[in-house]
Nanobody, 120 residues
Framework: QVQLVESGGGLVQPGGSLRLSCVVS????????MAWYRQAPGKQRELVAV???????NYADSVKGRFTISRDNPKNTVFLQMNSLKPEDTGVYYC??????????????WGQGTQVTVSS
């Protein structure tokens, strides 16, 4: 009943910027934590940033100071502003949300992913 759709990925040169968006749609009661993960070729998926329903944030050490996660609760949308991009930021970025359909049903939902490529 819940769907996540990412957008904003693409090709960018080192030092450039991208802004990813993820919209959560469907019948839902509440969205708790929202997060961005990424997976580089040959590597495991890793947590990039997470934001709570109240706005508290945490970041992977590799992106601190460069990435900013934010959310627009009325629009059920989470963003990832990526600045000073490096080649090692390349990968597929996935949106994740902890959603509740009601007080008894709560689960993690994932988007399909969007490709981010940082290259000269």
């Amino acid at each position: 009943q819940v769907q996540l759709v990412e957008s904003g990925g693409g090709l960018v040169q080192p030092g450039g910027s991208l802004r990813l968006s993820c919209v959560v749609s469907g019948r839902l009661f509440r969205i708790r934590d929202m997060a961005w993960y990424r997976q580089a070729p040959g590597k495991q998926r890793e947590l990039v940033a997470v934001i709570s329903s109240g706005g508290s944030t945490n970041y992977a050490d590799s992106v601190k100071g460069r990435f900013t996660i934010s959310r627009d609760n009325p629009k059920n949308t989470v963003f990832l502003q990526m600045n000073s991009l490096k080649p090692e930021d390349t990968g597929v970025y996935y949106c994740n949300a902890r959603v509740s359909e009601n007080l008894l049903i709560e689960y993690d939902s994932w988007g399909q992913g969007t490709q981010v490529t940082v290259s000269s």
